[in-house]
């Protein structure tokens, strides 16, 4: 009797053109653990990316249209199509879109802020970080959007304070609230001559180099300018594996829908 082929599952990523590739090769062994037999493909959304990496790097990446397709043509008839995103924003939506018009038929794994319980596991996974900040506040810097999703990063700073860790603050980068001003004014009143930047970002890439550590105009220097000691974790959320986990489980019920 031969054996039935496992659906494939596609990580799709925004991608970015800056440390990326390696945060991405660091979690790929986990889901391959996590799901052994399934084949494992990444997509990257951003045309702006692969069209640089190409060119700058001689790296060919694929648009998730692209990966489905050839899926298709390959003779699977279903496959996962796993986000990446953290929150339910405007990249996720075009994803959804792409992934519903695609030749294969499709079961969306969604992003890592999205059911009430992924913020505790997002809180309790970023607990040991936090834990270990004395005397300092910890500042998780997000991307930001203009999307009405926006409210994901007020909704997980209020989900970290209700498990007691009343020295830590969400802030973003961009497009939306909080933003930086309001993050440093109210750290600023809370006493603490120390902080901690966090990124809050699957990538600690372009955001975290030029908006979060720049010399100029970033939220290190913002803070510096009032006085406060600076430090910074370098890397993005891609290497926390508790974190890796999280998507795992989306991959898990995404799975569960699709009939067997």
Known sequence: MKQSVKIPIVLAAFGTTSRAL????????????????HEIHWAYSSRMVRDWLKRDKGIELHHPGKVLADLAAAGHGWAVVQSLHLICGHEFYRLAEEARTSPVRTAMGLPLLTEPEDYSAVAGALEKSIESAVDEAVVLV??????????????????????????????????????????????????????????????????????MAGAE????????????????????????????????????????????
Request: overall charge negative.
């Open 22 to 37: 390696a945060t991405y090769e660091h979690m790929t062994p986990i889901f391959k653990e996590r799901f052994p037999g």
């Open 142 to 211: 997000g991307h930001g959007t203009d999307h009405p999703a926006w409210t994901a990063y007020t909704a997980l700073n209020q989900v970290l304070m209700q498990r007691n860790q009343a020295n830590i603050h969400v802030g973003v980068v961009e497009d939306g609230f909080p933003d930086r001003d309001e993050v440093v004014a109210r750290i600023c009143r809370s006493g603490y001559a120390r902080v901690r930047l966090i990124p809050f970002m699957l990538v600690a890439g372009v955001h975290f180099q030029e908006d």
């Open 217 to 260: 105009d970033s939220w290190k220097s913002a803070f510096e300018e009032k006085g406060l000691a600076v430090s910074l974790e370098s890397t993005g959320l891609g290497y926390h594996e508790d974190i890796t986990g999280i998507f795992c489980d989306h991959i898990r019920s995404a799975l569960d829908v699709i009939p067997r």
